[in-house]
Each structure stands twice: as C-alpha cells, then as structure tokens.
C-alpha cells in the first residue's frame, strides 16, 4: 500500500532558525496537504497542493509540490515559538478518496 | 470549513467493556473518517463512514471491533469493543469537506 514518509522524525531549533520537513510518497500523488497539530491539539488544515512544481506560500511558510508529485517539502523561515508542533503531509494517490498521513515531523522552538 | 463536535473527550474504561465516540459535524458532509493516534505517532484510518451503507474498514481493524453507525449527513459514532488495554489510544473523527479534513478534538482513552 501507499506510503508516506517525513524527515527528519524531530527537529529542535532555536527561535529565529529556519526549519525543513520533506515528504516522500511511495506513489505519485493527485495531490498534497499539510496539516499542524499542536501539543494536546487535533491536526489542523494548513494548505493544499495540487500541481506538479507548485510552490505556495503562507507569511513564512513556504510549501512546494515535486516535480514527479511523489514529494513536498515545507520551509518555515526564522521560527517562532508559535510554530510549535507536529507538522504532517497528507497525499491522495489515484482514484482513492482517502488520505494518506505521513509519519510527521515534530518541530521543538526554544527561546 | 466545519466545526466537528467530539464527545467523550477522555475516558478511562475497564477491560472488556465497551465505549461509544460521537462525533457531530455542523454541516452536511458525504464522508466522515475515524482515526486512532497513538502518542507521538502519525494518524491511522479505522474506517470510512458512509452515509446509508455500511462503513469502509482499512486492514487490520473489523466491524466486530469497531461498529460505526452513519445514520444521517452530520452524525457518526465509533464503538471500540470488547476494550484491551492495547486500545488505549486517541481516537479522532473528521470530516471532508471541499477536499479538506476537519477533524474532531479527538477522544483519549486508556483501557485498564
């Protein structure tokens, strides 16, 4: 079956650095989401990609679709505190109607 | 977007019993999804809630185990049966709705 998988598992930054996740899908996607889920919180929608190269951004957080839609990537430019939190992928591959979660990565800002 | 109603929040339940999530959505969706989490882990599908059918199971999770019911467009509920403490986990509903997932404040539940 389908599998997503995220890198790194954990990152620990001090506030101001920039932070990376990157997605790998074992099949081509139709298309991508990324979700949040805060400490003790249930994961929240954050942005949707659906072309091949797409590159969308939220203030500083920059979201990019591959080429061959079998990854993503998010960049969080000089973190905060507020970006605490658990950041997943989500694909659907094919005609599937359902997501795929990927494995997360949690992301620790320290003052 | 949707604002999803969970309850219970949290529970503890005795070996061997049974707990029943409900989950209400605001508006009318075609397909609701249950999840369980483990701490620190990502998010696995139990099932899809079909609104006049019977629900869809992933591997590894069976209807004997976990009974849904979809009886309208805004309502489901997950029964974990029979609970070991291997269920122990949290338990979270969504909803999709214009291609995105809204999800319930999820239900903990540790089995003794």
């Known amino acids: 079956g389908q599998q997503v998988m995220q890198i790194p598992q954990y990152q620990h930054v001090q506030e101001g650095e920039d932070f990376t996740t990157y997605c790998n899908s074992s099949t081509t996607l139709s298309n991508i989401q990324w979700y949040k889920q805060r400490p003790g919180g249930h994961p929240v929608f954050l942005i949707q990609l659906v072309k091949s190269g797409e590159v969308k951004k939220q203030k500083r957080l920059t979201f990019q679709f591959g080429e061959a839609k079998k990854n993503s990537s998010l960049h969080i430019t000089a973190t905060q505190t507020t970006d605490v939190g658990t950041y997943f992928c989500?694909?659907?591959?094919?005609?599937?109607?359902?997501?795929?979660f990927g494995t997360g990565t949690r992301l620790q800002v320290t003052l | 977007s949707a604002v999803i109603s969970q309850k219970p929040s949290r529970d503890i339940c005795q070996r061997g019993t049974s707990l029943t999530i409900q989950c209400q959505v605001d508006s009318q969706v075609t397909m609701m999804f249950w999840y369980r989490q483990q701490p620190g882990q990502s998010l696995t599908l139990i099932a899809t809630?079909?609104?006049?059918?019977?629900?869809?199971?992933e591997s590894g999770f069976v209807i004997d185990k976990f009974p849904i019911s979809r009886p309208n467009l805004t309502f489901s509920t997950l029964t974990v049966s029979n609970m070991s403490p291997e269920d122990s986990s949290i338990y979270l509903c969504?909803?999709?709705?214009?291609?995105?997932?809204?999800f319930g404040s999820g239900t903990q539940l540790s089995v003794l």
């Open positions: 809630a079909n609104q006049g059918s019977e629900a869809t199971y």
């Open positions: 969504s909803a999709i709705l214009e291609g995105v997932l809204f």
């Open positions: 989500a694909g659907i591959s094919g005609t599937a109607s359902k997501l795929t």
